[in-house]
T-cell receptor, first 115, second 112 residues
Framework: GAVVSQHPSRVICKSGTSVKIECRSLDFQATTMFWYRQFPKQSLMLMAT?????????EQGVEKDKFLINHASLTLSTLTVTSAHPEDSSFYICSAEGTGDQPQHFGDGTRLSIL | RKEVEQDPGPFNVPEGATVAFNCTYS??????FFWYRQDCRKEPKLLMS???SGNEDGRFTAQLNRASQYISLLIRDSKLSDSATYLCVVFRRASGTYKYIFGTGTRLKVLA
């Protein structure tokens, strides 16, 4: 079935570092991908909708200059957390619009820890 | 008020018990509804879609009441492996795009 590969799965880095997370659709094309963030014991919160070949649509309260999204091809979207700080530590997860009877195909998530 | 609300639990039930989760949504323009299961530190996995006519998949039954904007999930004969967080998810279109809104999830612990 359709698979979404997310990389890296775990990142630990110092405050001020920029971190890039990749989300790839394998064996299918994804015009639209979604980026979510999940803090402990909370729900997945949609950060932005990534559209191939156009600008991402950010949710209210999400800083577009801090969370840079690039969706340059039909199989790859990237999220860059610029100048990350400890409060950015979270579980980041991407998904691609669904195929078949699956509404979304999720990546495995990236656990980001900023020291 | 959150757009999709769930009782966070935890629901602690013995093996073999029947347990029901509820979810309410506030936006009447919501179009599709789903239950997802999320294990700790993992990505959500689709459990089932939810239809007005109700649908059943083995031990799991989901129901949608559009008039009351209410969704339910019933798990019969609970297994230890059912322990997880159950997420209610609503799909709707907004401002030329579309999005999935997740509830905070209901934690279930099935006890031996």
């Amino acid at each position: 079935g359709a698979v979404v590969s997310q990389h890296p799965s775990r990142v630990i880095c110092k405050s001020g570092t920029s971190v890039k997370i990749e989300c790839r659709s394998l064996d299918f094309q994804a015009t639209t991908m979604f980026w979510y963030r999940q803090f402990p014991k909370q729900s997945l919160m949609l950060m932005a909708t990534s559209n191939e070949g156009s600008k991402a649509t950010y949710e209210q309260g999400v800083e577009k200059d801090k969370f840079l999204i690039n969706h340059a091809s039909l199989t790859l979207s990237t999220l860059t957390v610029t100048s990350a700080h400890p409060e950015d530590s979270s579980f980041y997860i991407c998904s691609a619009e669904g195929t078949g009877d699956q509404p979304q195909h999720f990546g495995d998530g990236t656990r980001l820890s900023i020291l | 008020r959150k757009e999709v609300e769930q009782d966070p639990g935890p629901f602690n039930v013995p093996e073999g018990a029947t347990v029901a989760f509820n979810c309410t949504y506030s936006n009447s323009a919501s179009q599709s509804f789903f239950w997802y299961r999320q294990d700790c530190r993992k990505e959500p996995k689709l459990l089932m879609s939810v239809y007005s006519s109700g649908n059943e998949d083995g031990r799991f039954t989901a129901q949608l009441n559009r008039a009351s904007q209410y969704i339910s999930l019933l798990i019969r004969d609970s297994k230890l492996s059912d322990s997880a967080t159950y997420l209610c998810v609503v799909f709707r279109r907004a401002s030329g795009t579309y999005k999935y809104i997740f509830g905070t999830g209901t934690r279930l612990k099935v006890l031996a």
